[in-house]
């Protein structure tokens, strides 16, 4: 795979995985939001709007950080491989490590959720649609 | 100055833990599973970097900041401690947005 779409659509598959396992968080945390009689939308809510203050602050982190290691030459690109289009010293295409992180990580950290087991709640509801991950609330977290 | 890159990531992290303890973030909040979180989120960017360098679009540039250990061809010791900093740094933005969104989110509801 060479040109210049090769490091573009090299995120394609891992975008795939991070959005699988996204929409499985999802899931798991409105079925746990419904079994505990607390608000599937406020979740949902709280969940998309944490990812997208984090991705931001994450994002300019991100191209800060980059753009030193591209300009001290620790990480170099090869030309024909690469969109071209550019911020400041670095591909627009590195930007995407950082958007699969603020889905990916959020998403494991519900899923690797056993504080609140309790016996397997009654199975969900057939028409239960898919929704993004729901981060758990400061508050629906005994403390440790 | 070989080992330059290295420090910095090293004193990154450090300022992320200081972070995550004094506001309980990630580690100080539930251990074992910020300690998974991390492991699959590195193993997943290590996978994705390894198939860069072996699509040859990235690679060791000209420079002098690294410290010379390879993880393998064309993966510096740094990138384990950049993809910790990078999934670190992600969690300790997600755990300190959390709660002001979700006050956000519930004075908007009430």
Same mark, same amino acid.
């Given at each position: 795979?060479?040109g ?5 659509l090299?995120?394609?598959p891992?975008f795939a995985?991070v959005?699988v396992?996204g ?10 939001a419904?079994?505990a ?6 979740g ?6 944490t990812g997208?203050?984090?991705?931001v602050?994450l994002?300019v982190m991100?191209?800060?950080?980059d753009n030193v ?17 550019t911020?400041g010293?670095?591909?627009?295409e590195?930007?995407?490590y950082?958007i699969?992180a603020?889905?990916?990580?959020p ?14 709640p009654?199975?969900a ?12 609330s400061?508050e629906s977290?005994?403390n440790p | 100055?070989?080992?330059l ?12 833990a200081?972070?995550d303890?004094?506001f309980?973030?990630f580690?100080w909040?539930?251990?074992?599973r910020?300690a #998974?979180?991390? @492991?699959?989120?590195?193993? &997943?960017f290590?996978v994705? *970097? /390894? #198939?860069?360098? @072996?699509?040859g679009?990235f &690679?060791?540039g000209?420079? *002098? /900041? ?19 900093l990078?999934?670190?740094s992600?969690?300790?933005l ?6 002001l969104v ?5 004075r908007?509801?009430?």
């Open positions: 795979m060479t210049a779409a090769t490091y573009a090299l995120a394609l891992f995985v959005a396992v929409v499985i968080a999802g899931v798991v945390a409105a079925r746990r419904r079994a009689g607390r608000s599937v939308s406020r949902r809510r709280i969940a998309l709007g997208l203050v984090a991705g602050a994002l991100t191209i800060v950080f290691i591209v300009t001290l030459r620790v990480v170099a690109y090869d030309p024909s491989r690469i969109s071209g289009a911020i010293a670095i591909p627009v590195d930007l995407a950082s699969a603020v889905v990916l990580l998403a494991l950290w519900v899923l690797f959720d056993r504080s609140g087991r309790r016996p397997a009654e199975r509801p057939v028409s239960e649609r898919a929704t993004l991950p729901e981060l758990p400061a977290e005994p | 100055m070989p080992g890159y290295l420090a910095g990531l090293l004193v990154s992290l450090t300022g992320m200081v972070l303890a004094r309980r973030l580690f909040r539930a251990p074992w910020a #998974a979180v991390m @492991a699959v989120g590195v193993v &997943f290590m994705w *970097d /390894v #198939a860069g360098v @072996a699509l679009i &690679f060791i000209e420079q *002098d /900041v690294l410290s010379g250990v390879l993880l393998a061809p064309e993966v510096p010791l740094e990138e384990l401690f950049f993809l910790l990078l999934c670190y992600t969690m300790n997600v755990g300190f947005a959390r709660p979700t006050r956000a989110v519930d908007r509801r009430s």
